[in-house]
C-alpha cells in the first residue's frame, strides 16, 4: 500500500497507532464474545493467548507491513535476526540476578502515599491494581504439569512474543529513527510499556524492566533475546505459583528489605548482572 514512497514520521506514528487501536477494539470485540461461551480455567487460558495475539501481536504486523521497507514484516520488527545461544543463556542469567532489585522497586512504588488531595486518585489506581491481582490469580489458577505448561505458555511466553514485537519491534523502532536519540527512544518506550499496562503498582519496576528489554533490543539487533528475557521475567511468577508460593503475585512490604538476607540478595545480584550485562549491553550493531 505504502510501498511507492517512503512514509513520514507522521505518517508511521498515524499507522503505528491506528494498528494498536484497532487491535484494542477487536480483542475487546471478540474475546466480549467468546467469554459468554468459553468456561472453564483452560478455556480462560486460551483467552489469555488469543488476547495477547489481537492486542499486540497482529497489529504489530500489520503496522510492520504497512510502515517496514522489506517485503517481509518480520524482518522489519527483527525477528528474521539470529542471536547465539550463549548470549540468549547470559540474558536470563541477568533478568534472574536483577530481581531482588527489581523487587524493591516495586516494593517502593506499591508504598507510595499521594497528598491528601489527591486520596481519590490514588483509591482509583489501588483499585485497578486489586482487580488486576485478581485476574492474575485467576490466570494462574489451576493444577499439574499440564496446566503450568499452558500457563507458561499463556502468561510467560506469548505475552512476550506479541508486547516485545509492538513495544520494541514497533514502537523502539520508529522513536529512534523519530527522534534520532536510542535513550530517548528506549526510555519513552519502556514509559508507554508501563503505562499502557494499567497498574499503578508496577509503574516503576515495569518501567525498568522496559527499559532493560529495549536496550536488549537495542545491542542485540535481534528481538529474540528481549523475548527470552521478557518471558524470564514472566515465567518466574508462574514457576513460584507452580511450587506453591501463596505470595508470587504479591509484592513484599518494603520493611522486610532491611532483613540481611534481602541486602545480601540485592547485592549480590546487581554486582551480577554488572559482570553479564557488558556482554549484552556492549556496543550495539547500530552503532559500528
Known amino acids: 500500500m505504502f510501498k511507492n514512497r517512503e512514509l513520514s514520521s507522521a505518517e508511521k506514528l498515524f499507522v503505528i497507532v491506528l494498528c494498536i487501536c484497532l487491535g484494542f477494539l477487536c480483542n475487546a470485540f471478540i474475546i466480549g464474545t467468546l467469554y459468554q461461551y468459553m468456561q472453564g480455567e483452560i478455556a480462560y487460558k486460551i483467552l489469555l493467548v488469543l488476547s ?21 514484516p518480520f524482518a522489519h ?15 536470563i542469567v541477568f533478568m534472574l ?3 531482588p532489585a527489581i523487587e524493591f522497586v516495586a516494593s517502593l ?32 489458577a489451576g493444577s499439574g504439569v499440564g496446566m503450568f505448561v499452558l500457563n507458561l505458555v499463556a502468561l510467560a511466553i506469548t505475552p512476550a512474543i506479541c508486547e516485545e514485537m509492538f513495544f520494541r519491534g514497533i514502537l523502539q523502532n520508529y522513536l529512534v529513527g523519530a527522534t534520532k536519540n536510542k535513550h530517548v527512544a528506549i526510555l519513552l518506550t519502556a514509559l508507554i510499556f508501563s503505562a499502557i499496562h494499567m497498574q499503578f503498582s508496577g509503574l516503576l519496576p515495569r518501567f525498568i524492566l522496559g527499559a532493560v528489554l529495549g536496550y536488549m533490543f537495542y545491542s542485540s539487533g535481534s528481538l529474540w533475546l528481549s523475548i527470552v528475557a521478557h518471558a524470564t521475567n514472566n515465567a518466574l511468577v508462574v514457576c513460584a505459583a507452580f511450587l506453591g508460593y501463596a505470595s508470587a503475585t504479591e509484592i513484599p512490604n518494603v520493611s522486610s528489605f532491611w532483613d540481611p538476607w534481602w541486602i545480601v540478595a540485592i ?22
Open 52 to 72: 495477547s495475539v489481537l492486542t499486540f501481536g497482529l497489529p504489530a504486523v500489520a503496522a510492520a507491513a504497512l510502515i517496514g521497507n522489506e517485503k517481509n
Open 77 to 91: 520488527i527483527k525477528l528474521t535476526n539470529g542471536v547465539k545461544i550463549g548470549k540468549i543463556l547470559i540474558a
Open 97 to 99: 540476578s536483577i530481581i
Open 109 to 140: 512504588n506499591a508504598s507510595y502515599s499521594f497528598p491528601e488531595s489527591m486520596k481519590s486518585i490514588e483509591e482509583y489506581f489501588r483499585s485497578i491494581d486489586a482487580s488486576a491481582m485478581e485476574a492474575t490469580q485467576r490466570a494462574l
Open 267 to 288: 547485592l549480590i545480584g546487581l554486582a551480577i548482572s554488572v559482570v553479564v550485562g557488558r556482554k549484552i549491553f556492549g556496543r550495539s550493531q547500530y552503532d559500528r
